[in-house]
Each structure stands twice: as structure tokens, then as C-alpha cells.
């Protein structure tokens, strides 16, 4: 009887299975279509009237397609996209020395710096709250305290990061100097050494509170709008690559301007920006943005602040070029590398065992960034830092002192005889082969210009575009499609709006996916 009940139970499953199934629907129709077009286009759903102007049954008319693509949504989602293929954001990167940071007391609030009052007070402890005495060599008075240290009093100053109000500062905080009695400049990392050297006026050299985000934020700020620039303009693509305009704020002018001397651990000199042509603009204003134009050294996003900033080496940089823009991730072959064969490693990566599969490619490709300065984002232009300097090529061969751009940018120092012949050498020219040293001078420019001349470029772009309209990864079989989006992107002289049409436009974007 159990067995008896068992079979009766599985015969109409059985019964099921041999029908047909209902035909796989292959297209979306008008509506679903119309939905699926907003929010990849706009970032959200039609409205009423929208899906009432277009038949259940029929097409989304083109010219609604080009009006979304035309909109203000449509660019911050654009922006949002190659932001995510930029990975733009820096906010944990910190600018400027830890010693300008100012705190503040409470309840008097009081603001001064903990770090460098050790220099002029004795210890970590505030100036006295009272009005600051000078003497007549216009340095504040100090007074002995019961215990043990010296303390001035107070001045009122207007910060830049306040602007129209007046604040208590302690006095050896608020000297304004640019230079102290001793020559010291004042706005120089140095100047943390000289108790006669301050924040600066309006406290321009320090910072307060969180308000170093306003300025990393600013910087990838600009790179967006140098993407929504290329777009809105309907720009050749090619321009976030090659172009030199670049946009600057309220926060990012300050720092150009007054903070590039006090770097952490960063560089960001000689500064990458004209800084005699920046606008006069209040540390608080966020909000209005200023177009500027580079030096003929930039090459667009490649060499934005930000991006260098995020990829501090060269390696890291073009790693991400090829990432992004190349679809060729450095990656080992199918089995893993080999296991290393030399008893003593050799420093050239590009003939080292284990290394040379991705480096004899990569090195190469971050030479292109060889006058940028890793760790920062400084021009190293060939007048100031030629291939060979004689100071740090005599400095190196000698023993003697190397000044500071030397042990930041040259060889100075051979680990092993692999490096005897580059010591004096600008470190882009390390165990660079003749056939490659020209991508030093050409630029991260020429990359991408050679990226899109044997097709990388708008391929991977492409790729890029259909798999965020997608909504997954690209097959196989759809590569010929690819390839066609990458050529009718050249062909429409590389308007990246007219590729993401042609991608929403086509029968793969019309099928359920």
C-alpha cells in the first residue's frame, strides 16, 4: 500500500514533465524596454506620461532616447561609472604635515597647535587666556610658568577656513612671517622647526578640524568634471587622455596656493598646476567651480591630481590604465608562475624569475609616467631634472651630501653592481631599455594614443559600456558585437555618447537578460 501511494503521488509530476513548455519570451516589449532605458540612462523609472506615450507593444521612440541622453542625469551617471573605473577617491590620503594641524580649547576656545608647541612652550599645553604681549623684535612674550613652561597669550585673527570672523589664536601660532629672523621659510616644512615661524596669515599654512576633506574631495571633484566636460561638449573621447583643462574650487585654490610647501607623505612639488593663473576664490567656496587650463606636459585624467595621488608609483599607474581603459589586467598565466630559478634575485624586474611575465610589460608602461613624481604629483620638467644631474651623479659617485630632489627623484645609491651604471640618473631611466626610453618624454598621452591606434583602447571601452548597460559581463559569442561597437565608436570620431546609443539601441540590449 506505501508503495501503491508513492506512485500515485509522482504520476502527475511525470504527467507534467511531458508537456511543453510555453515559448521563452527573447524580446522585451515597449514598456519593459522603457523601463530598462530610464533607469540605465537617467537613474530612475518613467514617468506616467511617459509610459503612455509609448505603445505596450511598440519601440521607444529615438528621439526620447536622445533626449535622455542629452540630460543632467544622464551625465552624473556617466560620471558615476568612470569614477567607478577610476577608483576616485582620495580621501585617505593626507596632504599636508601633521605638525599644522590646530586644535581647540574648551571652554575658552582658544586654537593652537599641539604638535609645535612643545617647541616654543616646553610642552603640549595652550598659551595663557589673555591678550599676547610683543617684544621689539616682534616675537611674543612668554612668560615662566609654575610648571616650567613658557606661555604667550592670545591674538584674533580671521581664518581663511572662517572668513568675516574673528577667533582667538595663541600668538606663536598666528605669526604671519614668511620669513623668520634666522631666513627660515616659513611656509616650508622647515618652518616647524623655527618657533619664530606660525601658521601664516589667516592661518593659511594650517589646518583645522576635517577641513583637509573639502580639499581631497575637491581634487576628485575635478576629474569629475573634466569627465562630464568631455560629454557634455560631445567632446572626442580621447580628450580625457590628452586634454589640459582642469577645474579648480574654493578648497583646491587654497591649497595650490598656500599648503604645497607643507606636505605628509606626499609631493606635490614642483606644483603640477599654474598657480599664478588660479582665481581668487574663499577657502568656503565649495561650490563654484573654475575652469583652468595645464601645462602642454598633462595629459587629462592620466595625470589629474587625484589619479596620481590614488596611484602614488608608475607601476600602479599604468596597472590601472590597463585595467580600465585596456581590458589587460596583469595577471598570472594559467598555473601559476614559475618558481624563481636565480639564488640572488635581480633587481630589473622585467628579466627577474617569477616577475618578468607581467613587469616585462608593465615596466615599460609606467615609464610614460617617468617625469611625474611618485609619491605625489609633480611635474619633473627636463630643464630642472634633466636625465642626468651633474649634483647627484657627483653626490652619488662621492659619497657626499645629495640634496633632497636628488635622494627623492635620482639614483644616488647602488644596492648591488646592477645599478652602477644609473647612479645619477633620473630613477624613470632604471633598467630602461633603449627602445623604451622615449615613453619618459612622450607622456601617459602617448599611451593612450597607442592604446587606441591598435584598437585597445575603444575596444575595451566598448566592453566597458556594455557591461554597465548589460548589467553583466559580455559572451563570448558577442565579441564580434564588441568589436563593432569599438569601430562605429571611432567612426562617430570617439563620441562616447553615441556608443552607449548604439549598445541600448541594439538587439543584444533589446533580448532579456
Known amino acids: ?54 505603445d505596450s507593444d511598440g519601440e521607444v521612440p529615438e528621439e526620447v532616447i536622445d533626449e535622455w541622453l542629452a540630460s543632467e542625469e544622464f551625465l552624473t551617471r556617466a560620471v558615476r561609472f568612470h569614477r567607478d573605473l577610476l577608483w576616485n577617491n582620495i580621501d585617505n590620503v593626507s596632504l599636508t604635515d601633521y605638525r599644522g594641524t590646530m586644535g581647540r580649547t574648551d571652554p575658552e576656545e582658544i586654537y593652537w597647535r599641539g604638535r609645535q608647541a612643545v617647541l616654543y612652550r616646553g610642552d603640549e599645553v595652550p598659551c595663557l587666556d589673555q591678550e599676547a604681549e610683543f617684544g621689539p623684535d616682534g616675537l611674543p612674550i612668554a612668560y615662566l610658568q609654575g610648571d616650567t613652561t613658557w606661555r604667550e597669550g592670545w591674538v584674533w585673527v580671521e581664518p581663511y577656513w572662517y572668513p568675516g570672523t574673528l577667533i582667538k589664536v595663541c600668538a606663536f601660532d598666528a605669526q604671519d612671517g614668511y620669513l623668520s629672523p634666522t631666513g627660515t621659510h616659513c611656509d616650508r616644512l622647515e618652518g616647524y622647526n623655527d618657533a619664530a615661524c606660525g601658521c601664516g596669515p589667516s592661518l593659511a599654512w594650517c589646518r583645522y578640524g576635517y577641513y583637509q576633506e573639502g580639499i581631497t574631495q575637491g581634487l576628485a571633484q575635478d576629474v569629475d568634471r573634466r569627465i562630464e566636460s568631455v560629454l557634455r561638449d560631445g567632446r572626442t573621447y580621447l580628450d580625457l587622455f590628452t586634454g589640459r583643462q582642469a577645474f579648480v574650487n574654493g578648497p583646491t585654490v587654497h591649497f595650490w596656493k598656500h599648503q604645497t610647501g607643507i606636505p605628509a607623505n606626499v609631493e606635490l612639488q614642483p606644483v603640477p598646476v599654474p598657480v599664478e593663473q588660479l582665481p581668487d576664490l574663499d577657502f568656503t567656496e565649495t561650490d563654484e ?113 645629495c640634496s633632497e630632489e636628488c635622494r627623492d627623484h635620482y639614483v644616488v645609491t647602488a644596492l648591488t653592481p646592477e645599478e652602477d651604471p644609473y647612479l645619477g640618473w633620473l630613477r624613470s631611466y632604471e633598467f630602461r631599455r633603449p627602445e623604451h626610453v622615449d615613453h619618459i618624454e612622450d607622456g601617459p598621452a602617448m599611451l593612450a594614443l597607442r592604446s587606441a591606434v591598435d584598437g585597445r583602447l575603444q575596444g575595451c571601452s566598448a566592453k566597458n559600456a556594455a557591461r554597465w548597460l548589460l548589467g553583466r559581463e559580455t559572451l563570448p559569442d558577442e565579441d564580434p558585437w564588441v568589436d563593432e561597437l569599438g569601430q562605429a565608436f571611432v567612426d562617430s570620431e570617439w563620441d562616447w555618447k553615441a556608443l552607449v546609443k548604439a549598445i541600448v539601441t541594439s538587439p543584444v540590449y533589446g533580448r532579456v537578460q
Request: proline residues 8%; negative net charge.
Open 289 to 401: 567651480w573654475i575652469e583652468i587650463q595645464l601645462g602642454e606636459e598633462h595629459a587629462g585624467i592620466l595625470t589629474s591630481p587625484a589619479y596620481l595621488l590614488r596611484f602614488q608609483t608608475n607601476r600602479a599607474r599604468a596597472n590601472r590604465y590597463y585595467n580600465a581603459f585596456m581590458c589587460q589586467p596583469f595577471q598570472p598565466p594559467v598555473g601559476g608562475l614559475p618558481a624563481p630559478g636565480e639564488s640572488v634575485p635581480v633587481l630589473d624586474l622585467q628579466v627577474r624569475d617569477g616577475c618578468k611575465y607581467c613587469h616585462g610589460l608593465l615596466e615599460p608602461s609606467a615609464s610614460y609616467w617617468g617625469r611625474w613624481a611618485q609619491g605625489g604629483g609633480g611635474f619633473l620638467d627636463p630643464v630642472r631634472f634633466p636625465a642626468v644631474r651633474d649634483d647627484c651623479a657627483l653626490c652619488a659617485a662621492t659619497g657626499s651630501w
Open 1 to 54: 500500500m506505501r508503495t501503491i501511494a508513492i506512485v500515485s503521488l509522482l504520476f502527475p509530476l511525470a504527467a507534467a514533465a511531458q508537456e511543453e513548455c510555453p515559448p521563452v519570451e527573447t524580446e522585451i516589449d515597449g514598456h519593459r524596454t522603457l523601463r530598462a532605458l530610464s533607469l540605465d540612462l537617467r537613474g530612475n523609472v518613467p514617468t506616467v506620461e511617459e509610459y503612455d506615450a509609448v
